[in-house]
């Protein structure tokens, strides 16, 4: 069965420090996708990143940066130089996908709640 | 493009009384439509697969009598929850697939949300 994990349930940082947000994923599939997604208060689910499993190469984005290892099955989340609003829940999430029809489902983290403070 | 939309956003009923609500692909045509449920400070849990046309696809655990799901045309799927109750109180979020293969055509655009609680 597929899982994500992310031991972190909350992390506090000041602002302008980098922070990692962990996630480890298991499969038994070949050909899967990986997300990123961040939660605000408000609670609408804010699509950052996503990742196919072909694709190892590292991504940066602005402040955001992702580290895709097959070896250790992980898919980390940097964030530089923090600011205030990143405060949020960010969810790593895994989907399988079958051939003609696109996505089956979406497995989620537990999500690790971020804290920025001034 | 690829927006979402979800009617109520929030909604206060009593018990016993059911409540339905709407997930709206706005620009975009989803043939399947995912609805998930979050409880607060835990992660977002698949209930079910809608499919325009055909019978939803629940997930291990969850009633299908309960949570009636219906998938009419290619923009609009709704859930409505029957006799709510207090332990049916949480964020239900809706997700669309854009029956575009091509591009974006695998990824799921998110609702905002609508935030149920059964007093």
């Known amino acids: 069965a597929q899982k994500v994990t992310q031991a972190q349930t909350e992390i506090s940082v000041v602002e302008k420090e980098d922070v990692t947000l962990d996630c480890v994923y298991e499969?038994?599939?070949?050909?899967?996708?990986l997300f990123w997604y961040k939660q605000p208060p408000s609670g609408e689910l804010v699509f950052l990143i996503r990742?196919?499993?072909?694709?190892?190469q590292n991504e940066i984005s602005g402040r955001y940066s992702w580290n895709f290892q097959k070896s250790t099955s992980s898919f980390n989340f940097t964030i530089t130089a923090s600011q205030v609003v990143d405060s949020a829940v960010y969810f790593c999430?895994?989907?399988?996908?079958?051939?003609?029809?696109?996505?089956?489902?979406?497995?989620f983290g537990t999500g690790t709640r971020l804290l920025v403070s001034p | 493009g690829a927006v979402v939309s979800q009617h109520p956003s929030w909604v206060i009923c009593k018990s016993g009384t059911s409540v339905k609500i709407e997930c709206r692909s706005l620009d975009f045509q989803a043939t399947t439509m995912f609805w998930y449920r979050q409880f607060p400070k835990q992660s977002l849990m698949l209930m079910a697969t809608s499919n325009e046309g055909s019978k939803a696809t629940y997930e291990q655990g969850v009633e299908k009598d309960k949570f009636l799901i219906n998938h009419a045309s290619l923009t609009l799927s709704t859930l409505t929850v029957t006799s709510a109750h207090p332990e049916d109180s949480s964020f239900y979020i809706c997700s669309a697939r854009d029956n575009n293969l091509g591009g974006r055509g695998n990824e799921q655009f998110f609702g905002p949300g609508t935030r149920l609680t059964v007093l």
């Open positions: 990742r196919n499993s072909f694709d190892e």
């Open positions: 499969t038994r599939d070949t050909t899967y996708y």
């Open positions: 999430a895994l989907s399988d996908t079958r051939p003609n029809t696109g996505f089956q489902k979406l497995v």
